[in-house]
């Protein structure tokens, strides 16, 4: 027998072999059981905290990007009993404008790097794309699996990609986007989640938004599992962040108990469990004050 590659080694320590309509029975039982428990206010409220208000608009401009922010600057001086947001997530480009404008403390820069969303591009410029970002003040970054790479079988070129990208984030967190909806089984979540935070990410990520799925409660549970088996496994602690088509309160709702029930207490802070979206704040804070609300 062929010796195991390293990335089959580190895979060989976890179940990858996983059953999709298991998963849905699981996800559908948890949902009707678990979620209206967690209806309440003081949940929408720290949800409204996790929030990453994100703009990824081919139209963004200084200006708009500008305008963005400063709604979360108003935001703190308007509502100052509620959290605000956990970090303005826009392209690399406007690191400087969102990093140079923003005033409330404890909101994270994060930037969509590494040829987002496709990541198809040499790697030597996504290094140089995600070196820039954090020059320019990310604090955090987001990148794409390659996921051609994944479905090709190329794990040394997966992880590879992951680590130097990783290198090139210096100290800001990286969160590793695995693009859910063209992985298509549980089984290829479940290795992507594995390999991406062996190779580096101190987040994973459902998706970007640009594809035609996008997150969904079964790969969230798949993902949260990967992360406390590997929690379990190595003793580090992982975030996790659905992203794309987050429509509702609901769809929040179900991604904060899927997080409370897999991982626990733990990931209920704004650090590790994060929700990509920008329309779902404006939906959680009509909510938290009881009328609608369009601030965002």
Not at 265 to 294: C, P, Q, Y
Request: with cysteine; charged share 25%; aromatic share 8%.
């Amino acid at each position: 027998m062929a010796e195991l590659s390293k990335y089959e080694q580190a895979l060989a320590k976890y179940n990858v072999d996983i059953d999709d309509a298991q998963v849905a029975s699981a996800v559908r039982q948890l949902i009707a059981e678990k979620v209206p428990e967690n209806d309440t206010l003081e949940v929408k409220k720290f949800l409204m905290g996790s929030v990453e208000l994100t703009t990824l608009k081919t139209t963004d401009s200084d200006e708009s990007v500008l305008a963005f922010t400063e709604k979360v600057n108003e935001f703190e001086a308007t509502y100052p009993d509620l959290p605000h947001v956990a970090t303005i997530c826009v392209y690399p480009c406007f690191a400087k404008v969102v990093s140079q404008s923003l005033e409330v403390e404890g909101v994270e820069v994060a930037c969509v790097s590494g040829s987002f969303p496709s990541s198809q591009a040499l790697i030597e410029v996504k290094v140089a794309e995600t070196a820039f970002a954090v020059k320019d003040g990310a604090t955090e970054i987001d990148i794409v699996m390659p996921v051609g790479k994944f479905l090709s079988g190329d794990y040394e070129g997966v992880c590879d990609d992951i680590s130097e990208l990783k290198n090139a984030c210096g100290d800001a967190p990286m969160k590793v986007i695995l693009e859910t909806g063209d992985l298509k089984t549980a089984s290829n979540i479940k290795k992507a989640s594995i390999l991406s935070m062996y190779a580096g990410a101190d987040y994973i990520k459902t998706s970007t938004g640009k594809e035609k799925v996008s997150a969904t409660p079964e790969a969230a549970y798949v993902m949260c599992r990967a992360i406390k088996e590997y929690y379990d496994e190595t003793g580090i602690q992982i975030g996790f962040k659905p992203a794309g088509g987050l429509n509702t309160v609901s769809d929040a709702l179900i991604y904060y108990t899927i997080v409370k029930e897999v991982l626990g207490d733990k990931w209920l802070t704004n650090k590790w469990f994060r929700l990509g979206t920008s329309r779902l704040a404006n939906l959680l804070l009509s909510e938290v004050i009881g009328k609608e609300v369009k601030f965002f």
